[in-house]
C-alpha cells in the first residue's frame, strides 16, 4: 500500500524560496516589501500574508523591537574579565536585588486584531507610577518595598535596613542552615547604590558580604526575569489605581515558586559562559 499525492493546492513556494524570505525578514525587511521583491524577482506574485504565514510557519513573529543601552569598550572588558572570575562561582547562595518602575493602565502593546475592528485600551497622558525594589535567590527572597518618591541615598539605606535584617529574610523549607547570615549580596553600580552613605550601611548590615557587579550588566542580574514574570501578571489583572496594582504585585510575589527563581540562578553558569564567548558583548538573556 502506498499514499498517493494528495489532491491539495501545490505549494506555492519552495523551499529555498522560503528559505531567502526568511533571510530578508532576519534583515530587517517587513512582509510587504518582501512580497514586493518576491514578485519582482521571481515573477510570481504572492500576497504580504503568505509571506506572513511563511514566516509564522518558520517560528518568527512581528514584535517590538527592544532597545539596548551600547556597551562602552571600557565596560564590555569589564564584564569579560568578570565573567571569566565568576565562572565557577556558588550563585545558589546570592540574594539578587534590583528595583523597577510599574505603571497603572499599563497592558500588552501587541494584540491579533480584525484591521477594521481595532482593539483599544484606554490609558493615561501622565499614568501613576509605583516603584519597587526586590530581593531574591536560589534559598530566600525578601518582601518587595514600594515608593512613589525618586529613590536617593537616604531612602535606599531605609530599604537596606528594613529588608536585608536576618528576620525578615524568608528562606525555602531546603535552605541550608549555614546560609544564614553567610549569604552574598548583589546589587546594580546605580551612585545611589554605590553612594557613600549606602556603602557604609551596607557594610554596617552585612559585612563583607556585598559581591561586585560589572556596570550595564542588567543580563547578569536574575531579577530582570523576576520582573518580566511579575510585569505580565499586572498587564493580565489591567489595574487601573495604585492601590490595585500594589496587591497584584504582592499577590503575585507571595505566589511565586522558588522553581522559578532557581531556574533565573541555575542559568547564571551559561550567562557568564555567553558573556566569555562574545567577548565582553550582551548577551542574549
Not at 554596617?204 to 514574570?229: A, K, M
Request: aromatic content about 8%; glycine content about 4%.
Amino acid at each position: 500500500m502506498k499514499d498517493r499525492p494528495g489532491r491539495g493546492r501545490k505549494r506555492k513556494v519552495s523551499a529555498a524560496e522560503t528559505q531567502n524570505i526568511v533571510n530578508q525578514a532576519k534583515r530587517g525587511r517587513m512582509a510587504t516589501d518582501i512580497a514586493k521583491h518576491y514578485t519582482a524577482k521571481r515573477h510570481k506574485k504572492i500576497h504580504p500574508q503568505t509571506v506572513r504565514n511563511i514566516l509564522h510557519d518558520q517560528g518568527l513573529a512581528c514584535l517590538t523591537v527592544q532597545q539596548v543601552e551600547t556597551l562602552t569598550e571600557n565596560n564590555r572588558e569589564k564584564r569579560l574579565v568578570y565573567a571569566k572570575a565568576r565562572r565557577r562561582f556558588p550563585w545558589q547562595n546570592v540574594l539578587f536585588s534590583d528595583e523597577k518602575t510599574f505603571e497603572v493602565g499599563s497592558g500588552p502593546s501587541r494584540a491579533w486584531q480584525n484591521p477594521h475592528d481595532r482593539v483599544t485600551r484606554s490609558s493615561f497622558r501622565h499614568p501613576q507610577k509605583l516603584h519597587v525594589w526586590a530581593a531574591a535567590g536560589y534559598y530566600m527572597k525578601c518582601d518587595l518595598f514600594f515608593f512613589t518618591q525618586n529613590l536617593n541615598s537616604a531612602l535606599y539605606t531605609d530599604i537596606i535596613k528594613k529588608r536585608l535584617t536576618e528576620k525578615k529574610i524568608r528562606y525555602a523549607s531546603d535552605a541550608p542552615a549555614s546560609l544564614r547570615k553567610k549569604w552574598p549580596f548583589l546589587q546594580d553600580n546605580s551612585r545611589i547604590h554605590k553612594s557613600g552613605i549606602s556603602m557604609q550601611t551596607l557594610t554596617e548590615t552585612l559585612g563583607n558580604r556585598l559581591i561586585d557587579h560589572p556596570p550595564q550588566s542588567p543580563d547578569l542580574n536574575i531579577v530582570e526575569d523576576l520582573w518580566s514574570y511579575l510585569n505580565r501578571k499586572v498587564q493580565e489583572a489591567n489595574v487601573k489605581d495604585l492601590k490595585k496594582l500594589k496587591s497584584v504585585l504582592q499577590r503575585e510575589w507571595r505566589k511565586m515558586r522558588f522553581e522559578i527563581i532557581r531556574t533565573s540562578v541555575d542559568s547564571m553558569s551559561a550567562r557568564l559562559k555567553e558573556v566569555i564567548n562574545l567577548d565582553g558583548q550582551r548577551t542574549h538573556y
